[in-house]
Structures are given as C-alpha cells and as structure tokens.
C-alpha cells in the first residue's frame, strides 16, 4: 500500500566517542555553516545514487544537530507515494553506502549521527512538475505570481500576486490544470509560487497514520544547515 503521508524510518547510526587519551579533545558545540554545507554535499555525492539506483527521487537532504549528534534527514518519493517497506529498504542501502564511504574516505559527517529516512509528508511545498503530479486530484493553495493568467485566457489580468485554490486535475512538465469555485484553467509554472496541500476533513480517512520508529531521543533539534 503505497501513502500520501510521511512514512519514516530511523536508524541509529553511532560514530566518534571519546578521543584516545592524549589526543584531540572530543568536538563540541555546533560545526561552522560551511564545514557543514561541505558535509551535505558529501553526503548527497554518496546517497543520491543510491536513492536513483533504487527508482526513486531524492526530494531533500539536510544536516541538524540534536544535543551531542547530528541527524541526518532524507526525505525520497516516487509517482504513486512510497510505503513503509520502501522507506526500510532505502534507508539500509542508504546506510551501508554511508558505511563503505566512511571506511574508503574517513568520517562524513564529524562524530556521532543518526539517519532518518522518510517520505514527504502533505505539508511540503509542491514546486517541481513531479510534485504537481503526484498530487492530482488533492485541493491546493497556491500563489500566482505578478499579472500571471490561465493559459488562454484574454482580457485583463489582476494586477499583482494573489492566492488560487483548486483541485489539482492534471499536470505535466509546463502546467497544471486546476478547478476552482469559479472555473477550470490551466496555469503555467513560471506564474506560480509553491503549492500547498490543503488538508480535508471529508478525506482524512485516505491517509494512513504516520509511522516513526524514533522513540528515544527527546532531545530538542536545532537546524543549522538546509
């Protein structure tokens, strides 16, 4: 059964510990923005490919830190949602690839960390085709940028931006089609700011609960680096 809502896994992933008695004392406090921007993208070098290989789309990557570790969060899709299974199978490639590129090239990510591997959930932004797509039929909210107007349609337009919501009928790679209270039009990309799902209530039995195996770790997180 594939969802619509946010099916995670998270494995721990312990690295570093106290240093060798003599040695450098243990790192603490948060890593210097560009120390870890560096790491991201080591670390999307090593696990984009693992998520293409598998067929699917690595949707973000993004590096925090939580107390004394950092948490590394994966978020990956494909056309027709991805289940829990799905995410299980991604995360233990995922991590064996993170293994095997620690022991070639040394730490990627300095210290301890934990992975977290999931699938989007109903509140992230739609703003590449595929997101449109993958979310035909559901209601959105949606701004329209400047004199933006249906493909299509003449007369004058609504001078600056404004907010649309419709129901997703269709998308593909220049537009999608949208139904409103008022009408059906067809709206360009480049008119459009990022989608919003609208949650409703009528369909909420449509999405199953979310799934989080991370029970122990209360620890309050802080982002440093998207």
Known sequence: MTQRGRATRTTGRPRGGPAPRGGPAPRGGPA????????RERLREVIAPVVDDAGYDLEDLSVSRAGRRHVVRVIVDADGGINLDAVADVSRAVSAAL???EES???IVAGEY???VSSPGVDR???LPR???RNVGRLVRVTVRGA???SGQQGERPAGDRQVTGRVLAADDEGVVLETDADRAEWAYADLGPGRVQVEFSRLDELPDSEDVDDDDDDDVEDEER
């Not at 210097?32 to 790491?39: E, H, K, Q, V």
């Open 32 to 39: 210097p923005r560009g120390d870890l921007a560096a790491r």
């Open 99 to 101: 293994d095997a590129a």
């Open 148 to 150: 933006g107007a249906p």
């Open 114 to 116: 934990q992975l977290e």
């Open 125 to 127: 932004p739609l703003t």
């Open 105 to 107: 090239g040394g730490d």
């Open 131 to 133: 997101h449109w797509r």
